[in-house]
């Protein structure tokens, strides 16, 4: 069994919300280099897992996932559950414009569901992605995993012999808390059934355009109220 999917058999039988493994093309890890061939295994390629789990089965599951995976590095992010299988669990948290030092604030959506569930024909984070540039939102990217599970569905991804790609599909969102409201309300205009989106605060957001940049790279500070 390939690494990959059982980590996500693993977070799946743990309880985790979600899981997606994406696969890189150009990575570092513990100093070395690695990136893809063309003509080639690419076993040692990077890859990344995403998953979303409550915070007491996250630390139980660590140690089982170090037996799995070799010198993985891990990284903890604090996000809000908004929506499960078309169910709205809760708003992204209201966040101001700035912190109390005038810094920037921004926010971040994130949409997982698969690239097989469409939206009158087209695959649904592809629609999304359409909306929300039509809606002006900053940016908005999906990535293509190639295993993983979200809600109650069971693990799945690329197959031998498989009519159809069923592989996890991951749309990012980031701009302005503002306009991160208008971007869950396409959200969730499009998830009426399936898929988990979460939101979380980003600190800092730099983008460029050619000779054009919005943000940068100091971190804003902002404490959410314990939940």
Known sequence: MPTFVAVCDLLHRSGFDCAAALLGVDGTAHGRRERAAFFGRNAEVPMMVIAVGPTDRTGEVLPALGGLLRRPLVTLERVRVCKRDGRRLAAPDAVPGTDRHGMTLWQKLV?????????????????????????????????????????????????????????????????????????????????????????????????????????????????????
């Open 111 to 227: 949409v997982y569901t698969s690239e097989a569930v469409r939206h009158y024909g087209e695959p649904v984070h592809r629609a999304i992605v359409r909306r929300l540039r039509a809606a002006g939102i900053s940016g908005a990217t999906t990535q293509r995993g190639i295993w993983g599970f979200h809600g109650d569905h069971a693990p799945h991804g690329d197959r031998l012999l498989q009519l159809g790609r069923h592989v996890p599909a991951v749309t990012v969102v980031i701009d302005s808390p503002q306009r991160i409201s208008l971007a869950f309300t396409v959200i969730d205009e499009f998830t009426p059934e399936r898929g988990l989106v979460t939101s979380e605060t980003i600190p800092a957001m730099r983008a460029s355009s050619g000779e054009r940049h919005r943000g940068g790279t100091r971190l804003a500070t902002h404490h959410l109220p314990d939940r």
